[in-house]
């Protein structure tokens, strides 16, 4: 979840968008070290999620190649576009934190599903 929150802080609700676009390639931030942050920390969250609830083996194996040949589609794609983008290095901004308030309600909500199913 910190990945995505030090992601978003330079995203914003830009990155929540069913469609590819934007003005810049970030270039600093979480972007100066991973190429798809947002991602990144989407993978965790799910792989968490996963070893939390400890399903069957088959399912999470399910899980993980269903995520995985998803986000590996929407990389390729974004990668076309962001590939024509100028560089440029935004400022960390607390105020485009607001687009992680539905992951942390979601996110939330899954750990009180599991600690009300655990007991």
Same mark, same amino acid.
């Given at each position: 979840? #910190? #990945? +995505?929150?030090? %992601?978003?802080?330079?995203?914003?609700? =830009? &990155?929540?968008?069913? @469609?590819?676009?934007g003005?810049?390639?970030?270039?600093?931030?979480?972007?100066?070290? !991973?190429?798809?942050?947002?991602?990144?920390?989407?993978?965790?969250?799910?792989?968490?999620?996963?070893?939390?609830?400890?399903?069957? =083996?088959?399912?999470?194996? !399910?899980?993980?190649? &269903?995520?995985?040949? @998803? *986000?590996?589609?929407?990389?390729? %794609?974004? @990668?076309? *576009?962001?590939? +024509?983008?100028?560089? %440029?290095?935004?400022?960390?901004? !607390?105020?485009?934190?607001? /687009? @992680?308030?539905?992951?942390?309600?979601?996110?939330?909500?899954? *750990?009180?599903?599991? /600690?009300y199913?655990?007991?």
């Amino acid at each position: 979840m #910190l #990945l +995505r929150i030090w %992601a978003s802080g330079y995203t914003g609700k =830009d &990155a929540r968008t069913k @469609e590819i676009s934007g003005t810049y390639r970030i270039t600093n931030g979480p972007y100066r070290f !991973f190429r798809h942050p947002l991602y990144l920390g989407n993978f965790f969250l799910v792989y968490g999620c996963i070893m939390l609830f400890n399903p069957p =083996d088959w399912l999470k194996l !399910f899980l993980m190649i &269903a995520f995985l040949l @998803e *986000y590996t589609i929407i990389i390729i %794609a974004e @990668e076309h *576009y962001i590939r +024509r983008l100028p560089p %440029a290095k935004l400022k960390f901004s !607390f105020k485009k934190l607001q /687009s @992680e308030i539905p992951t942390i309600v979601v996110l939330s909500i899954i *750990y009180i599903l599991y /600690s009300y199913l655990k007991t």
